[in-house]
């Protein structure tokens, strides 16, 4: 079995708060982390990214509002 890709995007930039990037959606812990992750980790943290990335970029609108 492959091992699951990092869904970096190469648009590294954090959001308001610092703590999740807005390119990919991760977590400032689970960028550090996902090297080490196991492929069920890496599955969970996949499957909450493109909720996370759509409330991530409805608040950066927001706040630039």
Do not use: F, H
């Not at 995007?9 to 960028?31: A, H, M, T, W």
């Not at 996370?52 to 950066?60: F, I, P, Q, S, V």
């Amino acid at each position: 079995m492959t091992e699951m890709p990092s869904p970096c995007v190469n648009i590294c930039s954090l959001d308001q708060s610092g703590k999740y990037c807005l390119g990919c959606g991760r977590s400032l812990n689970e960028l550090a982390g996902w090297q080490n992750a196991s492929e069920a980790e890496r599955r969970d943290i996949m499957a909450q990214l493109p909720d996370r990335l759509r409330a991530l970029k409805a608040r950066e609108r927001t706040m630039k509002s």
